[in-house]
Nanobody, 122 residues
Framework: QVELVESGGGLVRAGGSLSLSCVSS????????MGWFRQPPGKEREFVSA???????LYADSVKGRFTISRDNAKNTVYLQMNSLKTEDTAVYYC????????????????WGQGTQVTVSS
């Protein structure tokens, strides 16, 4: 079983930055692929970024060049550094873990955190 706890959300002005963290429990966490998803108000959950156990990364086109995903296996933590934030980045951000491989499909992830709210004001 893997438990995920996100933190770092908040209110920021457009153009600003936020850094999200997701701390995981579980002995084999370092072998899991990790992903960040978000759900804007009134919309479906969407893929943001993913990182494999070895550090390969994948980004949605909407965040490429602005967001950076990273992981620290010694701390069981995955990060999402968000720069040049836009109002359309406003959403609840979720951390997710996948046992095998990495994916941009939410349905392929095995474990989810509770989410953290990110609000970007104009």
């Amino acid at each position: 079983q893997v438990e995920l706890v996100e933190s770092g959300g908040g209110l920021v002005r457009a153009g600003g930055s936020l850094s999200l963290s997701c701390v995981s429990s579980g002995r084999t966490w370092s072998t899991y692929a990790m992903g960040w998803f978000r759900q804007p108000p009134g919309k479906e959950r969407e893929f943001v970024s993913a990182i494999s156990w070895s550090g390969d990364t994948l980004y949605a086109d909407s965040v490429k060049g602005r967001f950076t995903i990273s992981r620290d296996n010694a701390k069981n933590t995955v990060y999402l550094q968000m720069n040049s934030l836009k109002t359309e980045d406003t959403a609840v951000y979720y951390c997710a873990a996948r046992r095998t491989g990495w994916s941009s499909a939410a349905g392929e992830y095995n474990y989810w955190g509770q989410g953290t709210q990110v609000t970007v004001s104009s």
